[in-house]
């Protein structure tokens, strides 16, 4: 029996959702990194990418082979989750050290090239240890699904719905209501000043380096599990995508990040289902040229001020 038009797009609504909270993780990485020294670390897309490999590796290490169930499967993906955030958590605080905090003073070119840099030495290094080729994932999560007036939704769509929903709800309340949020949100206005007040500047970039390229990695982990097989290069493309993700919210705004990630994933799979699944990556960079000729600062606005 086929499916009625409604069917047809709410179910392209979940696979859209389920891509989207992908995107939305990376993004948020991009836009508070980008609201507190203004840098597009692009970087951060082969960080999501490491994320994946370290994911793998631990899947491999541990010798799984066939579906897991009850406690033993939560406990594989916090393990996974855990290990990809902390090994790329990691990375991202090497990266900014190494790589961006000698150029902070630097005109921003300059990090803008080192980014780029970054990239390739990344993807690099990954294809040197990994292979060229594509690496299977195991298939660690069971094929549950359930039917919903018609459409299917699987136990992996929900696993990622629920932890990127709680990975960002999480994101909100640091930025809000901590202390360290608080010298974020500060450091995000004016670096001097914040100086000058006695917060520690650089700890803060830091940190802010460490959580995003955190959540990066385990958008990176839920990416390889969907998707069954990650690539070194995956990173570049998935990065571009997030980055529009991250503009399409409002360059600099975690809410707009999430949102705009949410979006873009539901337009990239309604343009699939309804125009052509061969175009679907152009969506995500139609949608950004449309958006800066009509609204620059993102659906959001972009919530950091420029300094001088």
């Not at 992908?22 to 670390?41: D, E, R």
């Amino acid at each position: 029996r086929g499916m009625t038009p409604l069917q047809v797009f709410v179910q392209q609504l979940f696979n859209g959702l389920t891509i989207g909270s992908i995107y939305a993780l990376i993004a948020l990485g991009y836009t508070m990194v980008y609201g507190v020294i203004q840098l597009i670390n692009f970087a951060h897309g082969e960080v999501f990418m490491v994320g994946a490999y370290v994911a793998l590796t631990v899947l491999l290490i541990l010798g799984i082979t066939q579906p897991l169930v009850g406690w033993l499967l939560v406990g594989v993906v916090l393990l996974c989750g855990v290990a990809s955030m902390a090994g790329c958590g990691l990375l991202g605080l090497g990266i900014e050290r190494l790589a961006y905090r000698p150029l902070r003073t630097a005109p921003r070119l300059s990090a803008l090239i080192t980014a780029i840099g970054m990239s390739f030495v990344l993807q690099n290094a990954v294809m040197l240890l990994y292979g060229a080729t594509d690496r299977r994932f195991p298939a660690a999560i069971p094929p549950l699904r359930w039917e919903l007036y018609g459409t299917t939704v699987t136990i992996l769509q929900v696993i990622i719905w629920a932890s990127s929903a709680v990975l960002m709800l999480g994101l909100q309340a640091l930025v809000m209501r901590t202390r360290l949020g608080r010298a974020m949100r500060a450091a995000s206005h004016d670096l001097a000043t914040c100086r000058l007040l006695g917060i520690p500047v650089d700890r803060v970039i830091a940190v802010t380096f460490v959580i995003g390229s955190a959540l990066a990695a385990f958008g990176g982990m839920l990416f390889g599990v969907y998707y069954n097989t990650i690539n070194f290069h995956d990173g570049y493309l998935t990065g571009l995508k997030a980055f529009t993700a991250a503009v399409l919210g409002g360059i600099g705004n975690i809410p707009g990040a999430m949102v705009g990630g949410l979006v873009l994933g539901m337009l990239e799979a309604l343009g699939a289902g309804y125009l052509s699944a061969q175009w679907k990556n152009a969506f995500a960079f139609v949608v950004l040229v449309g958006l800066l000729l009509v609204r620059p600062t993102g659906l959001f606005g972009e919530r950091v001020t420029e300094r001088a």
